[in-house]
DNA sequence: GTGCCTGCAAATGTTTTGCAAACCT
DNA sequence: AGGTTTGCAAAACATTTGCAGGCAC
């Protein structure tokens, strides 16, 4: 198991991960730290990221098609992507007819459902067994 | 509207994206495309793409966090992407307990199902009302 | 003939990687 | 000292765009 370091970047990530109200993408995480700390490098940034993820400290949340976010809430719920800038919230659901739905926390008007499942196919299946 | 037109290329790539049993990402359909008229561009195969999909002559897959897809059918129907290498299927469940799946028609493993809402945030909403 | 479509090359946006120097313990 | 982490630059990957010439209608 590799030793994870306690440094300053790291923890000016995960600080601004947990004081963001909402999902921030990598990038927004960046330009938010390299205000105060010009020096600090972008792939530190992400690599720090997904270094919190990897501790379980910060939680990934993907959206079709757009860039990675994060999220200081571990526990499970449902997000809502932007169709139109791919930004991700949280979501909680008022239901008011079938085909739209007013999301009360965050204002977002609710277009539709994706469900995705997510597995490993055969091939990489087969992959995996020959790396054991 | 556009007037849309029929292309040689055009019919090329809805052909390619007909005669798979899977879901092709763009790139997938460039390589058999190219293969028997190595002059045609990517970006021809991505325009016609996302043309056709306009013109919903094919449908457009999104996966989290990998490229693009493209699915023959228009019907309804979920997929499941893989989690190694972000191939899309169509997803068929048999239900074997409450974690683990086998879905018989792709041999996928299924480990997991992501419920994403897609909709419009309140900025978004802004804009467009601006532009209209 | 008009104007959409193509092919090319370059740009874009997001993320990863190689590497030498800096840092922790 | 030893090994991890950083910053930088470059690469990687998927996709889009500008443009001049070609082709469909």
């Given at each position: 198991?590799?030793?994870k370091?306690?440094?300053?970047?790291?923890?000016?990530?995960?600080n601004?991960v947990?004081?963001s109200?909402?999902?921030?993408s990598?990038?927004?995480?960046?330009?938010?730290?390299?205000k105060?700390?010009p020096?600090?490098?972008?792939?530190?940034?992400?690599?720090?990221?997904?270094?919190?993820?990897?501790?379980?400290?910060?939680r990934?949340?993907?959206v079709l098609?757009g860039?990675?976010h994060f999220?200081?809430?571990?526990?499970?719920?449902?997000?809502?992507?932007c169709?139109?800038?791919?930004?991700?919230?949280d979501?909680?659901?008022?239901?008011?007819?079938d085909s739209?739905?007013?999301?009360?926390s965050?204002g977002?008007l609710v277009?539709?459902k994706?469900?995705l499942y997510?597995?490993?196919c055969?091939?990489?299946?087969?992959k995996?067994?020959?790396l054991e």
């Amino acid at each position: 198991m590799k030793d994870k370091r306690q440094t300053i970047q790291k923890n000016l990530v995960l600080n601004v991960v947990r004081a963001s109200d909402n999902h921030p993408s990598a990038e927004e995480v960046y330009q938010i730290v390299v205000k105060d700390h010009p020096s600090i490098s972008r792939s530190t940034v992400y690599r720090n990221l997904h270094n919190l993820v990897d501790e379980k400290q910060i939680r990934l949340v993907q959206v079709l098609n757009g860039p990675e976010h994060f999220d200081k809430t571990l526990a499970m719920h449902y997000h809502i992507q932007c169709t139109e800038c791919n930004r991700a919230s949280d979501i909680v659901v008022r239901t008011a007819n079938d085909s739209e739905t007013i999301v009360e926390s965050s204002g977002y008007l609710v277009k539709s459902k994706e469900i995705l499942y997510l597995g490993i196919c055969p091939d990489c299946q087969e992959k995996i067994k020959k790396l054991e």
